[in-house]
C-alpha cells in the first residue's frame, strides 16, 4: 500500500481509473453573484492544473465576450488537461467553441441537448426525431472540428430509456468519445442512478467505445452519493466543482468526491490523479475569488472537518488519529497552526513559505506587496499562522488590476457617535480623501466609498469570519453588490474588520466596473 491507501497494481490499471472533470470556472460560476473576470479564472485554472484534474471546463464561449476571452486564455495557458468548452447543438455555438478552444494542447468540445420528454415539449418545442437528428448532426460537426468531443443529453436522469439508448448510441456513431449523462435537476437517487448508468452499460451496442461520464445536481443532497452509485455501475468520468459550487444548491463537489474514493479504496477499487494536498489550497481559493464562504462543517474542507471538541473524541484522537479521523489533516492540505513566520523573517523566508503553502508562481510585484503587508500584519498580530498568510496573499493578488485600491483609513466609532470614516483611495492612479459620516462604522466607511467613487450599487449582502482564533485574529469579510441585474461578491482579509470590511466593497466595486462592459452570460445548464 501507498500512503494514499491505493494499491499500486490497482493505481495502475486504466479500467479503474475516474477522470475528473472540473466545472468549477462553467457551472460553478453560474452560481448567482459567482462570476469570475478573466484573471480569476486563470488563476483558479492554473490552481487546478496543479490539483491533477483532467479536464478543464473553462466556460460557454458563446455567452459573451468576456466568457469567450476568459476559455480562449485558459485554452491557451494549461497544458496538461484538457480545456472544454460548453457548446449547444448549433453549429455557430460549436464554431464559436473550437475558435476559443483550438489554442488548447488538448481540446474538447461540449455539446449538449436536451432529451427528456418535459424538455423536448416545453423547451425545445421539438419532436423526438427532430432532437435525434439534431444530436447526429451537431456531434458530427464538432467531431468534423475537434477529435475530443463530449456529448450530453440534458436532464438525462428524467429521459425515457428507449430514446436514451437511442440518442447515447447515435452520438456515439457521430464521434463522441465521452458521453455525460446529466442529473441536470438534482432529481435522482443513488440506487436508481447506477441502474440508469448500468442499463446504459447493457444495452447500447457500442458504448464501449466511449467512456461514460455523469453531472449530479445536489437539489436533494445526493450529487456525491449519485457519482459515487455511477462509478461503481461502470461511469469512469465525474463532472464536478470545487466546494461544490453551482447552479441553484450546486453539484458534486470535487473533493469529497476525490477523497471518497481514496479513502474508502476498499469498497471503491477506482483511484484519479489528483494530487490531495492541493485540494485545501484550491477551495479557499474558489472560495476566496468568489465569496462564497465555506461552511465550517462542510466535508473535507470545513473549518471543523478535522476539529474535536467533545471530550471522549478529544481523548481517543490524542490516543490514536484514527479513532475519530478517517483521514489526516495534512492529506488534503491542511496545515497544523503554528508560528513560523514573525516580524524578522525576511523575503527570502517569506518567498519560500508562500512556496510551501502553494504560491510558487507570483510575481515579484505581487510578492513585494504581500511581503509589506505580512511585515505589518507581524506587527500588530501576536501569532502569524499559514491560514494569516493564505487569506493575506490571496487578498492581495486579487487586486492586481483594479482600478479602485485601499489607501488607508481611520474610523471614530462607539455608542455616542457621530461615526465617521477618513477615507483615502487611489482611483485610476491618482489619490483621492474624504470624510463621511454614517449609521456605525462600516456605514460610514462604505458612504465614503460611495462619495469618492459615486455609484449605484447596491449592498445585499455583508458577512464577517475570522480566518484563526483570538482576538487579534484577521478577519476576511465577504460584499455582495448588486447593479442593474449584475451580482458580484468581493472579500476582503485584515486584522481590523472595518479595513477587511473597505477591501472587500472596492474589491466588489472592481468587478462591478469589469461587468458594466460584458455581456451578461447565457444560463446554461447540463
Given at each position: 500500500m501507498n500512503p494514499q491507501g491505493i494499491r499500486e497494481k490497482d493505481q495502475r490499471d486504466p479500467k479503474h481509473h475516474v477522470v475528473i472533470f472540473d466545472t468549477t470556472l462553467r457551472d460553478g460560476e453560474q452560481s448567482p453573484g459567482c462570476s469570475m473576470n478573466l484573471e480569476e479564472k486563470l488563476k483558479v485554472a492554473r490552481v487546478l492544473q496543479e490539483l491533477g484534474v483532467d479536464v478543464i471546463e473553462a466556460g460557454f464561449p458563446i455567452a459573451s465576450h468576456g466568457d469567450f476571452e476568459a476559455v480562449s486564455a485558459v485554452a491557451k495557458e494549461i497544458k496538461t488537461a484538457s480545456v472544454a468548452g460548453l457548446a449547444r447543438a448549433s453549429r455557430k455555438d460549436i464554431d464559436r467553441a473550437w475558435e476559443a478552444l483550438k489554442g488548447a494542447v488538448r481540446p474538447r468540445?461540449?455539446?449538449?441537448?436536451?432529451?427528456?420528454?418535459?424538455?423536448?415539449?416545453?423547451?425545445?418545442?421539438?419532436?423526438?426525431?427532430?432532437?435525434?437528428?439534431?444530436?447526429?448532426?451537431?456531434?458530427?460537426?464538432?467531431?468534423?472540428?475537434?477529435?475530443?468531443?463530449?456529448?450530453?443529453?440534458?436532464?438525462?436522469?428524467?429521459?425515457?430509456?428507449?430514446?436514451?439508448?437511442?440518442?447515447?448510441?447515435?452520438?456515439?456513431?457521430?464521434?463522441?468519445?465521452?458521453?455525460?449523462?446529466?442529473?441536470?435537476?438534482?432529481?435522482?437517487?443513488?440506487?436508481?442512478?447506477?441502474?440508469?448508468?448500468?442499463?446504459?452499460?447493457?444495452?447500447?451496442?457500442?458504448?464501449?467505445?466511449?467512456?461514460?461520464?455523469?453531472?449530479c445536481h445536489n437539489d436533494l443532497g445526493l450529487a456525491v452519493a449519485n457519482?459515487?452509485?455511477?462509478?461503481?455501475?461502470?461511469?469512469?468520468?465525474?463532472?464536478?466543482?470545487?466546494?461544490?459550487?453551482?447552479?441553484?444548491?450546486?453539484?458534486?463537489?470535487?473533493?469529497?468526491?476525490?477523497?471518497?474514493?481514496?479513502?474508502?479504496?476498499?469498497?471503491?477499487?477506482?483511484?484519479?490523479?489528483?494530487?490531495?494536498?492541493?485540494?485545501?489550497?484550491?477551495?479557499?481559493?474558489?472560495?476566496?475569488?468568489?465569496?462564497?464562504?465555506?461552511?465550517?462543517?462542510?466535508?473535507?474542507?470545513?473549518?471543523?472537518?478535522?476539529?474535536?471538541?467533545?471530550?471522549?473524541?478529544?481523548?481517543?484522537?490524542?490516543?490514536?488519529?484514527?479513532?475519530?479521523?478517517?483521514?489526516?489533516?495534512?492529506?488534503?492540505?491542511?496545515?497544523?497552526?503554528?508560528?513560523?513566520?514573525?516580524?524578522?523573517?525576511?523575503?527570502?523566508?517569506?518567498?519560500?513559505?508562500?512556496k510551501e503553502l502553494g504560491f510558487p508562481d507570483l510575481g515579484d510585484n505581487a510578492i513585494e506587496d504581500a511581503f509589506q503587508r505580512f511585515k505589518a500584519l507581524a506587527d500588530r498580530k501576536k501569532d502569524v499562522f499559514d491560514e494569516d498568510l493564505v487569506a493575506l496573499v490571496d487578498d492581495t493578488v486579487m487586486r492586481e488590476n483594479d482600478r479602485v485600491r485601499f489607501q488607508s483609513l481611520m474610523v471614530v466609532a462607539g455608542s455616542k457617535g457621530p461615526q465617521t470614516a477618513e477615507l483615502e483611495l487611489e482611483i485610476d492612479g491618482q489619490p483621492h480623501r474624504t470624510k463621511a459620516s454614517g449609521n456605525g462604522p462600516v456605514d460610514a466607511t462604505f458612504n465614503a466609498i460611495k462619495a469618492l467613487f459615486p455609484h449605484e450599487a447596491k449592498l445585499q449582502l455583508f458577512q464577517v469570519h475570522a480566518v484563526t482564533a483570538g482576538t487579534d485574529a484577521q478577519a476576511e469579510v465577504t460584499v455582495r453588490l448588486e447593479e442593474n441585474g449584475k451580482t458580484v461578491n468581493g472579500q476582503g482579509a485584515d486584522a481590523d474588520t472595518l479595513v477587511a470590511a473597505c477591501r472587500a466593497y472596492l474589491h466588489a466595486l472592481n468587478k462591478l466596473l469589469l461587468k458594466r462592459d460584458r455581456t451578461a452570460p447565457q444560463v446554461m445548464t447540463v
Amino acid at each position: 500500500m501507498n500512503p494514499q491507501g491505493i494499491r499500486e497494481k490497482d493505481q495502475r490499471d486504466p479500467k479503474h481509473h475516474v477522470v475528473i472533470f472540473d466545472t468549477t470556472l462553467r457551472d460553478g460560476e453560474q452560481s448567482p453573484g459567482c462570476s469570475m473576470n478573466l484573471e480569476e479564472k486563470l488563476k483558479v485554472a492554473r490552481v487546478l492544473q496543479e490539483l491533477g484534474v483532467d479536464v478543464i471546463e473553462a466556460g460557454f464561449p458563446i455567452a459573451s465576450h468576456g466568457d469567450f476571452e476568459a476559455v480562449s486564455a485558459v485554452a491557451k495557458e494549461i497544458k496538461t488537461a484538457s480545456v472544454a468548452g460548453l457548446a449547444r447543438a448549433s453549429r455557430k455555438d460549436i464554431d464559436r467553441a473550437w475558435e476559443a478552444l483550438k489554442g488548447a494542447v488538448r481540446p474538447r468540445i461540449h455539446t449538449f441537448l436536451s432529451t427528456s420528454p418535459l424538455h423536448m415539449k416545453h423547451k425545445l418545442r421539438m419532436q423526438p426525431e427532430e432532437v435525434h437528428q439534431a444530436v447526429i448532426d451537431s456531434v458530427t460537426y464538432a467531431r468534423s472540428l475537434c477529435e475530443d468531443v463530449e456529448w450530453s443529453p440534458e436532464d438525462g436522469s428524467r429521459s425515457e430509456h428507449d430514446f436514451l439508448c437511442r440518442t447515447v448510441e447515435s452520438a456515439i456513431k457521430a464521434g463522441a468519445r465521452t458521453i455525460n449523462i446529466p442529473d441536470t435537476v438534482g432529481y435522482a437517487i443513488p440506487n436508481q442512478f447506477g441502474e440508469l448508468i448500468a442499463m446504459l452499460m447493457n444495452r447500447v451496442p457500442n458504448i464501449d467505445q466511449a467512456i461514460i461520464s455523469v453531472h449530479c445536481h445536489n437539489d436533494l443532497g445526493l450529487a456525491v452519493a449519485n457519482s459515487l452509485a455511477a462509478v461503481q455501475a461502470g461511469a469512469r468520468q465525474v463532472e464536478c466543482t470545487i466546494n461544490g459550487i453551482g447552479e441553484r444548491a450546486g453539484n458534486a463537489a470535487l473533493e469529497e468526491i476525490v477523497m471518497a474514493l481514496r479513502t474508502r479504496h476498499d469498497a471503491l477499487p477506482y483511484w484519479t490523479g489528483v494530487n490531495t494536498r492541493m485540494i485545501a489550497r484550491a477551495s479557499h481559493l474558489v472560495s476566496t475569488i468568489t465569496g462564497f464562504s465555506v461552511q465550517p462543517n462542510k466535508a473535507i474542507v470545513g473549518a471543523n472537518a478535522f476539529a474535536h471538541e467533545a471530550g471522549i473524541h478529544q481523548d481517543g484522537v490524542l490516543k490514536h488519529a484514527e479513532t475519530y479521523e478517517i483521514m489526516t489533516p495534512d492529506s488534503v492540505g491542511f496545515t497544523r497552526s503554528k508560528l513560523v513566520m514573525g516580524k524578522h523573517s525576511g523575503r527570502h523566508a517569506f518567498r519560500e513559505k508562500l512556496k510551501e503553502l502553494g504560491f510558487p508562481d507570483l510575481g515579484d510585484n505581487a510578492i513585494e506587496d504581500a511581503f509589506q503587508r505580512f511585515k505589518a500584519l507581524a506587527d500588530r498580530k501576536k501569532d502569524v499562522f499559514d491560514e494569516d498568510l493564505v487569506a493575506l496573499v490571496d487578498d492581495t493578488v486579487m487586486r492586481e488590476n483594479d482600478r479602485v485600491r485601499f489607501q488607508s483609513l481611520m474610523v471614530v466609532a462607539g455608542s455616542k457617535g457621530p461615526q465617521t470614516a477618513e477615507l483615502e483611495l487611489e482611483i485610476d492612479g491618482q489619490p483621492h480623501r474624504t470624510k463621511a459620516s454614517g449609521n456605525g462604522p462600516v456605514d460610514a466607511t462604505f458612504n465614503a466609498i460611495k462619495a469618492l467613487f459615486p455609484h449605484e450599487a447596491k449592498l445585499q449582502l455583508f458577512q464577517v469570519h475570522a480566518v484563526t482564533a483570538g482576538t487579534d485574529a484577521q478577519a476576511e469579510v465577504t460584499v455582495r453588490l448588486e447593479e442593474n441585474g449584475k451580482t458580484v461578491n468581493g472579500q476582503g482579509a485584515d486584522a481590523d474588520t472595518l479595513v477587511a470590511a473597505c477591501r472587500a466593497y472596492l474589491h466588489a466595486l472592481n468587478k462591478l466596473l469589469l461587468k458594466r462592459d460584458r455581456t451578461a452570460p447565457q444560463v446554461m445548464t447540463v
